[in-house]
């Protein structure tokens, strides 16, 4: 983590320093470090009134560094955190994806509700993503979402906490204004109010970037999926978190004031009216959406060439 430079001290407390952060010009050791990011967290969540003490939350878990660190400063801050994983179907990567997220549950004593999707709904994301002719990541994109969404709702969560970071967030931002894609840019805020049978969803780590959160793993002894996801390569937002990398190494904090400095100055001409958005619910699902019968079944019916069921009970009409 240290690039260099001779011995680092602490900025807090002079002992040796394990990490260096430029974007606050400051070094720090690892208990200092460790109560950065959970400071960070602590402060987005009054910042953008994303949660009550007694709330109870579901958190999207991947395996990855960022939702296991983001369900383990949750735990650690004494809310009721659960953790939700659905198994993709992406071969050996979901297998040691689930692995880990099982392993964390089991050491903190925490509770993992799971899915699979080829147990439940007779379809995995490769192969039902060609079925259904969509591109992997939009039916991954749209099963998670539907699945997340139908899990909160069904346990009676508060919020949704996903790992979003501030590097996720900021490269989304880059591409919706890169493409002036306005009607996304009203969805970029760190929290989403609950509205129409869809639970509220909240991303704690947006003030916190991709190398803490691999530094906060590793500092905290926690295992996980270091692979990118296969069906990732390519991707757009990709290109756009290297563009934003290269910037930021010139230019230490950018990151950051792009992103926060949207949410604190543009991102309110871009909200949308709730009253303009009318939804139904969904035929086969009872899901909220503008439609007959809503994307994720339309998807499930394709992938799996079966006929959507319309007498399947509504649990959210
Ligand atoms: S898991 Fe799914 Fe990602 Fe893999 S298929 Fe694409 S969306 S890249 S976060
Ligand atoms: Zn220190
Ligand atoms: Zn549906």
């Known amino acids: ?42 402060k987005a969540i009054k910042d953008f009134s994303m949660l009550e003490p007694s709330d109870r939350v579901l958190v999207a878990v991947s395996g990855g560094k960022d939702s296991l660190a983001v369900w383990d400063i949750l735990l650690d801050l004494g809310y009721q955190a659960d953790g939700f994983y659905i198994g993709l179907g992406i071969g050996e990567y979901s297998d040691e994806s689930g692995r880990y997220a099982r392993d964390f549950a089991q050491s903190r004593g925490a509770t993992l ?19 259904a002719r969509r591109a992997p990541c ?34 989304v931002l880059f591409g919706n ?5 306005t009607e996304y840019l009203a969805r970029q805020a760190p929290v989403l109010p609950a ?6 969803k909240i991303k704690p780590l947006v003030r916190l970037g991709e190398r803490e959160m691999a530094a906060y793993c590793v500092l905290r002894g926690i295992d996980y999926i270091v692979e990118e996801c296969p069906m990732a390569a390519g991707n757009r937002h990709l290109r ?51 439609t007959e019968v809503c994307a994720f079944c339309r998807l499930v019916q394709r992938a799996t060439a079966q006929p959507v069921e319309l007498s399947e009970t509504r649990r959210r009409a």
């Not at 204004?177 to 894609?181: A, D």
């Not at 190494?249 to 009318?278: M, V, W, Y």
Request: charged share 25%; proline share 4%; aromatic share 8%.
């Open 113 to 131: 509700v799971q899915v699979d999707l080829r147990d439940e709904y007779g379809y995995d994301i490769p192969t039902g993503s060609r079925a």
């Open 1 to 42: 983590m240290h690039e260099g430079r001779g011995p680092m001290k602490c900025t807090a407390c002079k002992a040796p320093a394990v990490i260096d952060l430029r974007r606050h010009n400051a070094n720090f050791c690892t208990e200092h470090f460790l109560r950065l990011c959970r400071d960070q967290v602590v």
């Open 138 to 171: 939009s039916a991954c994109g749209l099963s998670k979402r539907h699945l997340f969404d139908k899990a909160a709702i069904d346990g009676g969560y508060d919020a949704i906490a996903t790992g979003h970071n501030l590097d996720d967030e900021a490269a």
């Open 240 to 290: 756009y978190k290297d563009a934003l990398n290269q910037i930021e190494a010139g230019s230490p904090g950018a990151k950051f004031d792009f992103f926060h400095g949207f949410l604190a100055r543009a991102a309110q001409n871009f909200e949308l009216d709730p009253d303009e958005i009318t939804l139904g619910s969904c035929a086969n699902c009872g899901a909220p959406c503008s």
């Open 177 to 181: 204004v890169l493409h002036w894609h």
């Open 195 to 200: 509205r129409d049978g869809f639970p509220k």
